[in-house]
């Protein structure tokens, strides 16, 4: 509801969304998302996506060891 005041608020608030919770506006908000990706020249989701796919990645696998 905060945000819903007036168009400036929310901008601002739909901004914050966009850089702050991208994966769930993207679920939530297919067009508003789609319209904030062309006005800011960013697709935040994809690029959470690949810096979470690369964090996985390079995260070391337990030793043999230290399972038992």
Known sequence: AYGAGNEAEFFAVATEAFFE????METDEPALYA??????GQDTAARLR???HTEA????????DEAK
């Open 57 to 64: 990645r390079t995260q070391p696998l337990p030793e043999a």
């Open 21 to 24: 919770k991208p994966l769930q």
């Open 35 to 40: 319209a904030l990706m062309g006005y800011y």
């Open 50 to 52: 690949a810096a979470q």
